[in-house]
């Protein structure tokens, strides 16, 4: 719904994301804002910068999977995984560019992903969810069991320096604008998934898939291409990461990451592109509260332990998520939409 005055009389100017004049405004001035922010902020800030584009690029494509699509996935974490070793393994043997090993990553890890998504043909629900543990656990194994001069085994696979159109990407700042520029690309990316007939075959299925399939849907293609999807932006979040990290092992792509991203996704508000980029600052912003208290905490109350650092993660998880399930399962996106409706209709009731 548009504030009074504002229509369009093209088919194209209807659906258009930015509707208003001030809508593109704002979102040039954001876009300044994060370009300048570097030079703002102190480097510590930098990387959390970085970390949180490379978080949300994954957390997308979990929500085209599971938000749009409705597919149970708690193995996105393992095709993150499969990304960051692929694009490390074309910059390591191959000497591949790096945007061109970002792609090749991700499409091996929409390549891992599609083989579960077709079981989700067969399966749904609680036995989808157990399915897609089940490639995070194939993902370890093979890792882990593979010839190390394949994969490097546990200690896994180092990268040196890297370039990008002659930019050393050996620094916060460099690593922080690439993957800023990559989160715009694939968030542009997700809103034309979205709003195409793919992406209202994803809803069609989420909503009720036999139903769907009476209205042509090819039901068991749409479950696969979901997977395939959400895994290829897993991928490419993956390479960024092995790239930020120039180190890659499997002791960084756990089942904990992957629930950690279901989180940041209730949070936002499934079925929203927009929900999971706020989802994600908000519980990295958490998480970093609870690294940077934990510490102090510690030298406080030295009898605690060390140990109250990764305590106080499971706790903080375990709340946000059954808190937003017991009183905004939808949510924060729905809550902005109500109030952004709620101006629009003031100061009529109607």
Request: glycine share 12%; hydrophobic share 55%; aromatic share 12%.
């Amino acid at each position: 719904m548009d504030a009074s005055g504002v229509f369009f009389t093209s088919h194209s100017g209807d659906r258009s994301l930015l509707r208003t004049p001030a809508q593109r405004a704002v979102l040039a001035l954001l876009v300044i804002l994060l370009l300048l922010l570097p030079f703002l902020v102190p480097a510590r800030w930098v990387s959390l910068g970085y970390s949180m584009f490379i978080t949300m690029i994954a957390v997308i494509g979990l929500q085209i999977c599971t938000g749009y699509a409705g597919q149970i996935n708690l193995g996105q974490s393992a095709f993150m995984g499969v990304g960051a070793y692929a694009c490390a393994l074309f910059i390591y043997r191959g000497d591949v560019p790096v945007p061109l090993a970002l792609l090749l990553g991700g499409l091996a890890a929409a390549g891992f992903g599609a083989l579960f998504g077709l079981t989700a043909a067969r399966i749904k629900g609680f036995y989808l969810a157990l399915t897609t543990i089940a490639a995070q656990a194939l993902f370890h194994f093979l890792i882990l069991n593979l010839p190390g001069n394949w994969l490097g085994g546990a200690g896994g696979l180092h990268l040196e320096k890297l370039t990008f159109l002659g930019i050393d990407l050996g620094n916060d700042r460099a690593i922080y604008w690439f993957s800023l520029l990559s989160l715009l690309v694939m968030t542009a990316g997700a809103f034309g998934i979205t709003r195409s007939r793919h992406g209202r075959s994803f809803e069609a299925v989420r909503d009720d898939d036999v139903a769907a399939g009476m209205m042509g849907i090819n039901v068991a293609a749409t479950k696969a291409r979901a997977f395939l999807v959400g895994a290829f932006y897993a991928g490419v979040a993956g390479g960024l990461w092995a790239l930020a990290l120039r180190h890659v092992s499997v002791e960084q792509f756990t089942l904990f990451n992957s629930i950690w991203m279901i989180a940041m996704m209730i949070v936002g508000g499934l079925g929203s592109i927009v929900g999971a980029v706020i989802g994600t600052v908000l519980i990295q912003l958490a998480r970093e509260g609870v690294v940077s208290l934990g510490p102090q905490l510690v030298e406080f109350i030295p009898s605690v332990g060390q140990d109250i650092v990764f305590a106080s993660m499971n706790v903080l998880l375990g709340t946000v998520i059954v808190l937003f399930l017991l009183f905004e399962p939808k949510g924060l996106m729905h809550r902005v939409e109500i109030s952004k409706r709620a101006y629009r209709l003031w100061p009529f009731p109607y």
